[in-house]
């Protein structure tokens, strides 16, 4: 104990001599990355000004898409470089990866890409990098990628080399699939000092460990590929989920690919001719998704298209029909949540806080059913794609001693089932 008092005395000093005389805070020692099936980020905790600072890549962006291409050459692409080539390298290029998840092994007819199943079960992506040679690439290998990438930017951004990391997942991993996420930080040469569930790192980034009365609290993640809904009881600066609810089939690409039956129909109407190249899907694909986004703060959208087939192609797509074409997939945004407080024996009056993670809450109808389910309106002012990697950095923070000191938030091992619904169904 008296050492553990001299410590924390010498990093207050420390911090105050820090502030008083401009001294450069010390570098951070511990990273904190969100690897998102979607997108990914890294951010570091600041010792003295007790801020989380998201660390952009060498192309501005803060949030990269989890793309990875491979190129003939050997090359290796990553984020937005990956996505840029994408629709020219489509069986190259590999995205919305899932270690050890048994539903990415079932969904292999989704994608371009070859999955295929070792022995064991596990999956591995089959990669054509010429008429002769081919590349094993494993789910971990794929996100050890990604890791790198973002451990690159960082020691880059911060001129100091980066060894340990804290890293989210989702809350219903269980110890294999924790394993698997360590695993692909040992391909970056990191050392996994903690994984933390994705739901409690998002209530971290709003401080919700620190605020008074705060006693239940239900984070919605509705991302590119799923829906998440978890239910945290926070007593004591101590996390417990709850309940878990989701839907693996409920997120951005399903409403993508809702906008995207819905042009080919009409493509095929209008001009009698069918979209079936893969690069005009994929720039079909591409078109789609910044349409969406830019619906987010605006009520129309433009798609312009240059098909192979049918030269030019344009289409004003307006917010009101885009929630049309998915009003189906909107009315199941509540069930996981009906379900999460079902399983946790709660009303959702005992609800003290609501936290939105995952950029599909940036969708205005999306943020309009959680608040008009709860009656109260929900924490969305961090950038949604970024609010876990922030509590995973501030976390980090907290492990790697930056000072000024922080209230320490724990997390309990969840023995906790995650309850699965798909269009109504719930399988347990």
């Known amino acids: 104990m008296p050492y553990f008092i001299i410590g924390t005395a010498i990093l207050a000093v420390l911090?105050?001599?820090?502030?008083?005389?401009?001294?450069?805070?010390?570098?951070?020692?511990?990273?904190?990355?969100?690897?998102?099936?979607?997108?990914?980020?890294?951010?570091?905790?600041?010792?003295?000004?007790?801020?989380?600072?998201?660390?952009?890549?060498?192309?501005?962006k803060r949030s990269i898409p989890s793309v990875v291409a491979f190129l003939s050459n050997g090359s290796v692409l990553v984020g937005h470089r990956a996505v840029q080539q994408q629709e020219k390298n489509p069986l190259r290029t590999i995205y919305d990866v899932k270690e050890n998840d048994p539903q990415f092994q079932a969904d292999q007819q989704r994608y371009p890409f070859a999955v295929k199943l070792f022995d064991n079960g596990s999956a591995y992506f089959d990669v054509p990098l010429s008429d002769s040679e081919r590349r094993i690439v494993t789910p971990e290998e794929v996100g050890g990628?990604?890791?790198?990438?973002?451990?690159?930017?960082?020691?880059k951004a911060q001129n100091t080399p980066i060894s340990q990391l804290v890293i989210s997942v989702p809350a219903e991993f269980d110890e294999e699939q924790r394993n698997a996420t360590a695993r692909a930080a040992d391909?970056?040469?990191?050392?996994?000092?903690?994984?933390?569930?994705?739901?409690?790192?998002?209530?971290?980034?709003?401080?919700?460990?620190?605020?008074?009365?705060?006693?239940?609290?239900?984070?919605?993640d509705l991302g590119g590929g799923t829906l998440d809904v978890s239910v945290l009881w926070l007593q004591g600066g101590v996390f417990v989920t709850q309940a878990m609810a989701g839907n693996n089939r409920l997120g951005g690409q399903d409403f993508n690919d809702r906008v995207q039956h819905?042009?080919?129909?009409?493509?095929?109407?209008?001009?009698?001719?069918?979209?079936?190249?893969?690069?005009?899907?994929?720039?079909?694909?591409?078109?789609?998704?910044?349409?969406?986004?830019?619906?987010?703060?605006?009520?129309?959208?433009?798609i312009t298209l240059h098909l192979k087939n049918l030269e030019s192609f344009s289409y004003e797509l307006t917010r009101t029909e885009f929630e049309s074409i998915n009003a189906d997939l909107f009315d199941h945004v509540t069930e996981p949540i009906k379900a999460?407080?079902?399983?946790?024996?709660?009303?959702?009056?005992?609800?003290?806080?609501?936290?939105?993670?995952?950029?599909?809450?940036?969708i205005p109808l999306v943020r309009k059913i959680v608040g008009s389910f709860f009656g109260q309106v929900p924490n969305y002012g961090i950038d949604p794609e970024l609010a876990v990697v922030t509590g995973a950095s501030v976390q980090a923070g907290v492990i790697g001693g930056g000072w000024p000191l922080q209230v320490a938030a724990m997390e309990l091992p969840s023995k906790q089932r995650k309850k699965h619904i798909y269009a109504g169904k719930k399988e347990i």
């Open 145 to 155: 990628i990604i890791i790198r990438y973002l451990k690159s930017a960082t020691e």
């Open 187 to 220: 391909f970056a040469d990191l050392e996994t000092r903690r994984i933390i569930s994705e739901s409690t790192a998002a209530a971290l980034a709003y401080g919700l460990h620190k605020k008074k009365g705060v006693e239940h609290i239900v984070v919605v």
């Open 262 to 302: 819905f042009l080919m129909e009409y493509i095929e109407k209008k001009y009698g001719k069918s979209v079936t190249d893969k690069e005009d899907l994929q720039q079909l694909r591409l078109a789609i998704e910044e349409a969406k986004i830019h619906l987010t703060s605006h009520l129309k959208a433009k």
């Open 340 to 362: 999460a407080l079902e399983d946790a024996k709660i009303t959702p009056e005992e609800v003290d806080e609501i936290v939105l993670v995952g950029g599909s809450t940036r």
């Open 15 to 60: 911090g105050y001599l820090t502030q008083m005389y401009g001294l450069p805070p010390p570098a951070p020692k511990v990273v904190g990355i969100d690897l998102g099936t979607t997108f990914s980020s890294i951010g570091v905790y600041h010792a003295v000004t007790g801020d989380t600072e998201i660390i952009p890549d060498d192309l501005g």
